[in-house]
T-cell receptor, first 110, second 113 residues
C-alpha cells in the first residue's frame, strides 16, 4: 500500500468548511483513496472513497488531483462533533488489510 | 443502517486467562477482519478472514490468537493466554462481496491485569 502524508493537526471554526489535505505521491493506478475518522477511541468510521473522480456524499466531499498524487477531504459545515482523527488511506480493493497512519487530529472550535 | 456490533464493550481479565471477543458483522458481508489499537497508538491490522479461512495475518497474530466463524452470524477472536501487552481496543470490521469498504465495529476494550 502507498504511503500517505497528512498534517498532524488542524483547527477549524464551527460552521466553516474543514479542508483536510493528504499527499499520496506513490499511489498506484489501482489504489483507491479512502478516508476514515475516529472519534475518541471509537471504531474507525468510514467517510468516503474515490479512485480518480471527485466524490460527494452526505458526510463530505473528496477532491482528488488529476495526477492522483494528493487529495482533500472537505467537511462543508464543520460541527463540534466533527472533532476527531481523520485518516487518509490508499489501498486496493479485494479484502486486503487497511493500514492506518497517524492521521490528522481536527479540532473544531466554537 | 446495518452496522457491525461487538461484545462485550469492556472485558477485564487476569494475565494468562483465555478471552473470546465477539463480533456480528454486517449481514451478507463476506470478508471479516480484526484490528487492535493500543492506547495512544495507531490502529493495527491483525487478521483477515474469508471463505472460512485466514486470508492474511500480521506478525502480531501469533499462535496465541485464533479466529472463528462458529455460525452464520458471529465472528470471534480468541486470545489463548492473555499477556499484559494484549491490553488494547479490539475492532472487528467487515466488507461486502466486492471487498471494497471495510466497516468497523465500536470495539471491545480489553484490560489484562
Amino acid at each position: 500500500d502507498a504511503k500517505t502524508t497528512q498534517p498532524t493537526s488542524m483547527d477549524c471554526a464551527e460552521g466553516r468548511a474543514a479542508n483536510l489535505p493528504c499527499n499520496h505521491s506513490t499511489i498506484s493506478g489501482n489504489e483507491y483513496v479512502y478516508w476514515y475518522r475516529q472519534i475518541h477511541s471509537q471504531g474507525p468510521q468510514y467517510i468516503i472513497h474515490g479512485l480518480k473522480n471527485n466524490e460527494t456524499n452526505e458526510m463530505a466531499s473528496l477532491i482528488i488531483t488529476e495526477d492522483r498524487k494528493s487529495s482533500t477531504l472537505i467537511l462543508p459545515h464543520a460541527t463540534l462533533r466533527d472533532t476527531a482523527v481523520y485518516y487518509c488511506i490508499v489501498r486496493v480493493t479485494g479484502g486486503f488489510k487497511t493500514i492506518f497512519g497517524a492521521g490528522t487530529r481536527l479540532f473544531v472550535k466554537a | 443502517e446495518p452496522e457491525v456490533t461487538q461484545t462485550p464493550s469492556h472485558q477485564v481479565t487476569q494475565m494468562g486467562q483465555e478471552v473470546i471477543l465477539r463480533c456480528v458483522p454486517i449481514s451478507n458481508h463476506l470478508y471479516f477482519y480484526w484490528y487492535r489499537q493500543i492506547l495512544g497508538q495507531k490502529v493495527e491490522f491483525l487478521v483477515s478472514f474469508y471463505n472460512n479461512e485466514i486470508s492474511e495475518k500480521s506478525e502480531i497474530f501469533d499462535d496465541q490468537f485464533s479466529v472463528e466463524r462458529p455460525d452464520g452470524s458471529n465472528f470471534t477472536l480468541k486470545i489463548r493466554s492473555t499477556k499484559l501487552e494484549d491490553s488494547a481496543m479490539y475492532f472487528c470490521a467487515s466488507s461486502g462481496v466486492f471487498a471494497d469498504t471495510q466497516y468497523f465495529g465500536p470495539g471491545t476494550r480489553l484490560t489484562v491485569l
